[in-house]
């Protein structure tokens, strides 16, 4: 009996560690969350890419917690204003830090 106890104290201790090694903090995303922050990249990837009047490879988006940073170069300043537009107007976008330039 003092065994299964023991076995399931360390059963029960290992899946609470495991649990904690996929919590949140202030530098690192959980699991759910690289999950969402790849699918928001994703789409305002593909809303920049829908935008006729913006060179697409040119721009690079990354996502963390919500925060989409664009990057990247565009050719007339009124490009880095519509990107960020596009960029705010997906679902699920929490913030935008801009970071494009003009060539």
């Known amino acids: 009996m003092k065994i299964a106890h023991k076995f399931a104290t360390a059963v029960f201790i290992a899946s609470t560690l495991g649990l904690a090694g996929c919590a949140s903090t202030p530098t690192q995303e959980s699991v759910g969350e690289y999950v969402d922050d790849a699918a928001l990249t994703t789409k305002v990837k593909a809303s920049i890419f829908n935008e006729p009047s913006l060179k697409s490879t040119e721009i690079n988006v990354e996502t963390f917690k919500g925060t989409v940073q664009l ?3 565009v050719a ?10 596009i960029a705010r107007g997906v679902k699920g976008v929490k913030e935008v830090k801009n970071d494009i330039r003009v060539k």
């Open 71 to 73: 990057s990247g170069f």
């Open 76 to 85: 007339q300043p009124a490009d880095i204003t519509r990107a960020g537009e």
